[in-house]
C-alpha cells in the first residue's frame, strides 16, 4: 500500500528561524514528489515539484531535498515569517495504468511566533 | 474567475439526506480531481476525471459517493444517505493534463457537517 508518513506532527518556531520538514514515502511506481503548503480554511498551492533525476529545488526560502535511493524528502525553510504558518502536505504521486494517482501525507503544522 | 471555485462553502445536512457539492474547474483544464480531508488526516484521493475517458473512481469509499462532470467543466460530487462520518472538507484540484508533473490547483473545498 502506498503511503507518505510525514513529520514532525507540528512545529512551532520563532520568527526568522529555520525549520525542515521530512517526508518518507513506499509509493510504487515513483512518479514524483510534491510538497504543497495549505493556509487555514484554503485548498493546498503547490510549493516544489521534484522527479526522480532532481536531488533539490528551491522556491524562494522554501528548498526541497529529495533522496529516491532512502525514499525520504525534506523541505527546509529558512528565515521564517509569520505568513508561513501552515499546515504543509508531502504528495508523492504514482502512475496507476493511465492514471497518476497521489498520496498525500498528513501534513506538518508549523506555526511561527513573533 | 482565475481560479477553482466551489459550492457551496458549507453545507450542513442531516443524516439520510443526499446532498451535491459543484466543483467549476479552471477554464481549459482537462483533468478534474476530488479529495476528502477529514478532520486531522491528510486529503483521501475519491476520483479523477481526465478528458473524455472513464473516470478513475477507485478511491471512491463507497456505492453512496458518486460524481459526474459534464462537458468536461463543471463537476459534481453526490453523496446519498448521509452518515456523520462523511462529514469532512471536500476539496476539487483541476490542471492541465493528467500527466502526473502538471500542478493541481484546488479550490477552498466544501465544508461538509453531516448531523
Known amino acids: 500500500k502506498n503511503q507518505v508518513e510525514q513529520s514532525p506532527q507540528s512545529l512551532i518556531i520563532l520568527e526568522g528561524k529555520n525549520c525542515t520538514l521530512q517526508?518518507?514515502?513506499?509509493?510504487?511506481?515513483?512518479?514524483?514528489l510534491r510538497w504543497y503548503k495549505q493556509d487555514t480554511g484554503r485548498g493546498p498551492v503547490s510549493l516544489t515539484i521534484m522527479t526522480f533525476s532532481e536531488n533539490t529545488k528551491s522556491n524562494g526560502r522554501y528548498t526541497a531535498t529529495l533522496d529516491a535511493d532512502t525514499k525520504q524528502s525534506s523541505l527546509h525553510i529558512t528565515a521564517s515569517q509569520l505568513s508561513d504558518s501552515a499546515s504543509y502536505i508531502c504528495v508523492v504521486s504514482a502512475r496507476s495504468g493511465g492514471s497518476y494517482i497521489p498520496t498525500f501525507g498528513r501534513g506538518t503544522s508549523l506555526i511561527v511566533h513573533p | 474567475g482565475a481560479g477553482v471555485s466551489q459550492s457551496p462553502s458549507n453545507k450542513v445536512t442531516e443524516k439520510g439526506k443526499d446532498v451535491e457539492l459543484r466543483c467549476d474547474p479552471i477554464?481549459?483544464?482537462?483533468?478534474l480531481y476530488w479529495y476528502r480531508q477529514s478532520l486531522g488526516q491528510g486529503l483521501e484521493f475519491l476520483i479523477y476525471?481526465?478528458?473524455?475517458?472513464?473516470?478513475?473512481k477507485s478511491g471512491l469509499p463507497s456505492d453512496r459517493f458518486s460524481a459526474e462532470r459534464t462537458g468536461g467543466s463543471v463537476s459534481t460530487l453526490t453523496i446519498q444517505r448521509t452518515q456523520q462520518e462523511d462529514s469532512a472538507v471536500y476539496l476539487c484540484a483541476s490542471s492541465s493534463g493528467g500527466v502526473s508533473y502538471n500542478e493541481q490547483f484546488f479550490g477552498p473545498g466544501t465544508r461538509l457537517t453531516v448531523l
Open positions: 477554464s481549459g483544464h482537462t483533468a
Open positions: 517526508c518518507n514515502y513506499t509509493v510504487s511506481p515513483f512518479s514524483n
Open positions: 476525471f481526465q478528458g473524455n475517458s472513464a473516470p478513475d
